[in-house]
């Protein structure tokens, strides 16, 4: 197995119980997201790992992680895909949002510090919100309730546009760490 990559996908996520995962935070909603990993096989697609895999290869997970963390930063070098700000409105407001859309691990950036911590600049704040609507796309804000209105429209551009959605939860980023998450409402019913 080379290069190793962390992929995001919804806890809900039928046959992920033979994967190699971990929940990306902890908490109970239904729609959290997890983390599943993932390498290019020998016709150089990318195949998921499951947890046979991971045993007979004498991988543990924090190793697997280790290491799928550590190509992000190399696969963020070769892909194009660029923070781009989004000025959108909330009840009379004006408010600026990051959005990144490219590959299916781009949204997988919420689990690197150096990006966490690079928003919680970039928004002079010490807490950012983030939202993973589909494994492709990744939004920040520095208001968790301005960004609101905007999330529940990639959520459901991820459905109706045929993405995998990931997550229709609000994570909490501070220190370059994810410390908390809130379920968007309303979009328990997609």
């Known amino acids: 197995m080379e290069l190793i990559v962390p ?6 996520w039928k046959g992920k119980d033979i994967l190699l995962y971990r929940d990306i935070l902890k908490t109970n909603h239904l729609h959290r997201a997890i983390v599943c990993f993932g390498y290019k096989d020998a016709s150089g697609r990318y195949q998921y790992m499951t947890q046979v895999e991971a045993q007979q290869s004498n991988l543990d997970l924090n190793r697997v992680e280790y290491e799928a963390r550590a ?3 190399y696969l963020d070098q ?7 700000p989004v000025l959108t409105h909330h009840q009379g407001q004006e ?3 990051l959005t990144k859309t490219g590959s299916d691990i781009t949204a997988s950036n919420i689990l ?7 928003l ?3 928004f002079e704040s010490p807490t950012v919100a983030i939202g993973i609507p589909n494994r492709n796309t ?3 804000c520095s208001k968790p309730v301005m960004m609101l209105d905007y999330f529940k429209r990639k959520y459901q551009e991820s ?3 045929g993405f995998e959605p990931v997550s229709d939860m609000i994570y909490l980023a501070r220190g370059g760490s994810l410390v908390g998450a809130a379920p968007f409402p309303g979009t328990e019913d997609y």
């Open 71 to 73: 190509n992000m930063r």
């Open 138 to 140: 990744i939004i920040a």
């Open 120 to 122: 919680q600049h970039y």
């Open 95 to 97: 408010v600026t949002i």
């Open 112 to 118: 690197r510090e150096d990006i966490l911590r690079d």
């Open 159 to 161: 459905i109706t546009e």
């Open 7 to 12: 992929y995001l996908g919804r806890n809900n």
């Open 78 to 84: 070769m892909e194009d895909a660029e923070w781009v």
